[in-house]
Structure formats: structure tokens, C-alpha cells
């Protein structure tokens, strides 16, 4: 039955494709992707190996909530391949699930909370409010194999995944790096107050869980 109410989810949730994919690439089952680190998988695209992996989680156990429409579907073995911005589930007999994600308003994995953006890029949401947000951008990239000219073997490319935070007031995004300069110039008349809270609390700019923390504090101003 539970089985049964799951499937009518799906159709009535409709954000969902409508059918099963191979996961691309894989090497390997399903239970070794499942079991273990996917970071420790490989994969062949055009015939060349990448050995590392293309999804934000590092393994499928994961918890995952999905919103769309005012309707929330929770599921369990969720991922996020940052190579096609697609959330996918982790079924059964080597395959997954790809959900339609222009159907999607946000997800959130674990505690990840994930939103597409302007250009259908998916980015995580570290803290928004009303003066301004923080937001955390993922791409992954292929790093070529190198040759070694000693004994005439190349390395396998192995694939990278990069992170960038953006700083988002009145709707416009701007990249920087955690540090004070940066923060406090995007706090503006509001920088002393923000300042006071990060020395009485003992937060780093440099901090990810510290700036979530100051970017809280400063939409409460």
C-alpha cells in the first residue's frame, strides 16, 4: 500500500519525467554507488574515464524533500548531478529517477536547501531574507588526466566539484569570498550593527556557519 501511495504522489505531484534512466556512465552496480562514497566511482564519457563524481552528495542516503506548487514529496536516496543540474532518486537494479526540475520550486537535501536560479542553474539558499541573501553556487568540472613521460601513463581526468558564494540585494547577484571586506561592504549602513554581533558571538568571516549565522542576524535589522 505504501508502495501504491508513493506512485499516486508522483503522478499528482507531476515533477517527475516520465520514465527511468540508466544512470550515465556508471561503473559498477547500483549497490556499490548505494553502499558506498560515489567520489570513489568512475565513470566513461566519449570512451575516456573520469574517475570521481559529477553529484553534490557523496553518497545516495540521503533524505530529500521536494516542493512544488505548495506540495511537499518526501523521499529517501536523492541526489543533485551537478553536470545536468537534475535531482535523481536512486531506484533499484542499477538505475534512477530523473525528476523534471522546471516543475520543481526548491528541494532541499538533508540540510541543503536548493533552488534554480535565473539561468536554470541550481544553487543553495545558506540564509535569505529581507535586506539581503547567501547564497552558495556548485558547478564540477573535468580535470585532464596528466602524461607521465617516465613510463608513458596517463593519469585518468577525474571530475572536481567547485563552490562559490554570492551575495544577492535587491535581486542582484554578486560573487565574492568570505572576508571582512567584502561582507562589510555589502552590509553597508548596516555594518557596524553586524560587526558588533560577529565579535560578541566570536564568528568568522571566513566561516561559512558563522556568515549564515551574521546574514541572519542582519535581516533581522
Known amino acids: 500500500m505504501k508502495h501504491i501511495l508513493v506512485i499516486i504522489l508522483l503522478i499528482s505531484f507531476c515533477v517527475a519525467s516520465s520514465q527511468e534512466r540508466k544512470t550515465p556512465g556508471q561503473v559498477g552496480s547500483a549497490n556499490d554507488v548505494v553502499g558506498g562514497f560515489f567520489r570513489k566511482s568512475s565513470y566513461h564519457i566519449d570512451g575516456k574515464e573520469i574517475e570521481g563524481s559529477r553529484f553534490l552528495m557523496p553518497n545516495w542516503q540521503n533524505q530529500g524533500e521536494l516542493y512544488a506548487n505548495g506540495k511537499i514529496l518526501r523521499l529517501n536516496n536523492i541526489n543533485l548531478d551537478l553536470s545536468t543540474y537534475e535531482f535523481s532518486q536512486m531506484k533499484s ?5 530523473i525528476f523534471d526540475k522546471s516543475s520543481l520550486d526548491s528541494v532541499k537535501i538533508n540540510n541543503k536547501l536548493l533552488k534554480p536560479n535565473y539561468s536554470g542553474k541550481i544553487q543553495e ?27 608513458g601513463t ?39 550593527k553586524v560587526e558588533k554581533f560577529i565579535k560578541e558571538n566570536k564568528l568568522s568571516y571566513k566561516d561559512e556557519s558563522d556568515m549564515i549565522r551574521a546574514f541572519n542576524f542582519y535581516n533581522t535589522i
Open 93 to 97: 537494479n542499477d538505475s534512477i529517477f
Open 125 to 151: 539558499i545558506l540564509s535569505e531574507g529581507k535586506n539581503g541573501s547567501l547564497i552558495k553556487h556548485y558547478e564540477v568540472e573535468i580535470i585532464e588526466g596528466m602524461f607521465n613521460p617516465t613510463d
Open 154 to 192: 596517463t593519469k585518468p581526468s577525474r571530475y572536481k566539484i567547485i563552490e562559490d558564494y554570492y551575495v544577492i540585494k535587491g535581486g542582484i547577484p554578486k560573487k565574492i569570498s568570505l572576508n571582512k571586506k567584502n561582507l562589510e561592504d555589502f552590509f553597508g549602513n548596516d555594518k557596524g
